[in-house]
């Protein structure tokens, strides 16, 4: 084994700043962080290639003293602590005094400074640890910063980097990050000469949410706090319809600090308990102001974890300002009634002729024209949904398998009864039309127009029957379903009871009838009349474009809108049932989740999960008997019937053995 040895400064700088700096947005912070413990008002940030070639920061703080710029790249050079004590009381944004050492070992960096009462500033260049001479500088008052060729001498850490649009979505994520935390704070940033953000110190903390997470996040948000004392929690909550799929939209500060704590997320979610579904997060800012003795932020390299000296005040100090709040607020979501179709709408006959018959799109049913021949009027013929609102149906009025169809209206006068016609929303099953029958059994006929006069008969008036006694409404037969509490499906079989979830099953079926359809070539895609603009966090809209090409094969056409929004221009046809936007948000909240990205085939393949997850039915929606009905006559045709694409089961069966039991029977 070698003997132990002193290792040489430059591998010392790049040890430390493989632990500070991992991408252009780690250099951002650490020269943000310095700008705004030097007091500064306004902070002017420029980008070249997503940071890699250029990252220049301006500001106008205190400034350095001409003497000291050698010192800034020292290692463990600070002007923010001078004893140890200091560290269990830290009020300043750095400490360490590695940031700048870190930096300058792995890049070519210019440090130009001019403290307010200087007349003229100094500048000093370092490239790798090599530092130049003081030289003088005739700047603005303030400090400026240039990082040119990140990791230009460490090319194996520049390979690892992602494209230009992802390093970009980091950076601004971590400008995000600082101008939520300073509300008077002035930031620019530019990237390639194009401005990305300009945030006015008069933009307030509402303000500046609506315009990193839009206008729906904005309009939602409940004002917290816990009250006056020396631990205080404040900030903005969402209103819980304003849920995500992940906990991206939760920022955490403390003291000024952006960090993340398990403990004070899973706090915000208990308190939105019972408001939430499973799988979805709450949106939240929450500030927290703690003494600094009473936490030690020198946890991690990065600062982005602390340590509470009480944790547990802290989780309900969060937990009780949250749940106050929103027990404030009533929070029972409004019931929009869906407007109906024209009658006499018709789907296109191209849309028509590519949807596979055995998938007659399921739940959009608009109303349509049967033409019944030169003898007979054109009839409206309602939708499912539309006769039921006239009519109340039990769900056994129906064969099973069949769903229920009221005949067309005939009146007397027209030549003949009109004829069975096959529903094209039934899968081409419709029920016999049915014929008004007397008392006699026989069936009433229309009249011809002309008819002889008949001859005068005397008829005794009818015996009149006595009324039958009431009996028991006839239960439904075996074999059909019957949906509980919205959401299960029941349903007798050989074996015993199955209870179906009704979202897993839908979106089991649509999953696969996307899948057929795109590896036919014939996924049929709509285009929108006007691309709608959608606004993104800046981190997720570069994931967004880079998974552009997998997401035009599902028929999700997206383009950059500048900035953060980007422009949805179709979508599938198949899904139609769910707003454009509702299935496009739900394939981001699975990009965002996803740590590194898969193989384009597994791309695919969780896309058109996510997609079909968010078009099937959900729980708590009420289905027409015709619905439950076709719903079952596709789980018969689906290859795989008894998992989700997530890989949960859509049925389970209680045998009758298991029911005896239960019931002691046995």
């Known amino acids: 084994m070698p003997r132990i040895h002193q290792l040489p400064p430059d591998v010392v700088t790049k040890i430390a700043a493989g632990e500070v700096i991992e991408r252009p947005a780690s250099v951002v912070k650490e020269l943000l962080e310095n700008s705004i413990d030097a007091g500064s008002t306004r ?30 790249f020292a290692v463990h050079a600070t002007s923010k602590l001078t004893t140890a004590d200091d560290l269990f009381a830290i009020g300043t944004m750095g400490f360490r005094g590695e940031a700048l050492a870190s930096v300058a070992g792995i890049a070519k960096v210019t440090l130009q400074s001019r403290p307010h009462d200087k007349s003229v500033g100094a500048e000093v260049r370092c490239d790798g640890g090599d530092l130049s001479p003081v030289r003088p500088w005739n700047g603005s008052p303030g400090t400026r910063i ?15 980097l992602k494209s230009i649009a992802t390093e970009l979505g980091h950076v601004c994520e971590t400008v995000t990050r600082l101008a939520l935390a300073n509300p008077s704070l002035h930031i620019t940033l530019r990237h390639n000469g194009k401005l990305v953000y300009d945030i006015p110190g008069t933009a307030g903390l509402v303000d500046r949410i609506g315009l990193f ?6 309009d939602s948000l409940y004002e917290i706090d816990s009250g006056p004392g020396a631990t205080r929690a404040t900030g903005f909550i969402a209103d819980p319809k304003c849920d995500r799929g992940n906990a991206k939209l939760q920022y955490l500060f403390i003291n000024g600090r952006w960090f993340r704590d398990r403990s004070v997320a899973h706090a915000m979610q208990e308190a939105y308990r019972g408001l939430l579904m499973s799988g979805r997060y709450a949106v939240g800012f929450v ?25 547990s005040l802290i989780y309900s ?10 027990l404030k607020e009533n929070l029972v979501p409004h019931l929009t009634a869906p407007q109906g179709e024209p009658v006499g709408f018709e ?22 024209e049967i033409d019944l021949g030169p003898q007979h009027p054109v009839i409206g013929v309602a939708s499912p949904r539309q006769e039921l609102a006239s009519r109340t149906v039990a769900p056994w009025e129906t064969d099973r398998g069949t769903a229920l169809a009221s005949p067309p209206s005939w009146r007397a006068g027209d030549a003949s009864p009109p004829v069975e016609t096959p529903s094209r929303n039934t899968g081409g099953l419709a029920s016999p039309a049915r014929l008004d029958q007397t008392p006699g059994g026989l069936a009433s006929h229309a009249r011809p127009e002309v008819e002889p006069a008949p001859a005068p008969i005397v008829v005794a008036p009818p015996e009149v029957p006595p009324p039958a006694p009431e009996l028991p409404a006839a239960a439904p037969p075996a074999g059909t379903a019957m949906q509980i509490q919205d959401t299960y499906l029941v349903l007798e079989t050989p074996e015993g009871m199955l209870v179906i979830d009704q979202h897993a099953l839908h979106e089991r079926i649509l999953f696969e009838q996307l899948r057929r359809r795109i590896r036919a070539g014939q996924l049929e895609v709509q285009r929108l ?27 999700l056409e997206v383009s950059d809108f500048g900035g953060n929004t980007v422009l949805l221009s179709s979508y599938p046809t198949l899904l139609g049932r769910k707003p454009a936007h509702v299935i496009f948000q739900g394939v981001v909240d699975h990009l965002v989740t996803k740590e590194r990205p898969p193989t384009r085939d597994a791309m695919l393949h969780l896309l058109m999960a996510t997609m079909a997850c968010k078009a099937a039915v959900k729980a708590g929606d009420r289905l027409t008997p015709e619905e ?8 018969q045709l689906a290859e795989d019937s008894h998992h989700c694409p997530h890989g949960r089961p859509t049925s389970l069966l209680f045998s009758r053995q298991e029911l005896d039991k239960q019931f002691r029977r046995v």
Do not use: W
């Open 347 to 368: 789907e296109p006959e191209s849309v028509i002729r590519s949807r596979d018959p055995l998938e007659p799109g399921l739940f959009a049913q608009p109303t349509r």
């Open 213 to 218: 997470f839009g206008a729906e996040v904005r």
């Open 287 to 311: 500030f927290l102001t703690v003494p600094p003795d009473k936490v030690d932020v020198n946890v991690h390299p990065t600062k982005a974890e602390v340590r509470f000296q009480e944790n």
């Open 529 to 555: 009349l006007i691309p709608e603009p959608i606004d993104l966090p800046a981190e997720q809209a570069a994931l967004v474009l880079e998974a552009a090409d997998e997401l035009r094969e599902l028929g």
């Open 628 to 635: 439950v009905a076709h719903l079952l006559h596709l789980r």
């Open 43 to 72: 902070i002017d940030v420029d980008l070249d290639a997503g940071g890699t070639e250029l990252i220049r920061v301006a500001d106008d703080g205190c400034g350095i003293a001409p003497d000291d710029l050698p010192l800034a």
């Open 146 to 160: 240039e990082v040119r060729h990140l990791f230009h001498n460490v090319p194996v850490r520049k390979k690892f």
């Open 317 to 326: 100090m969060v937990r009780s300002a949250v749940k106050a709040r929103l």
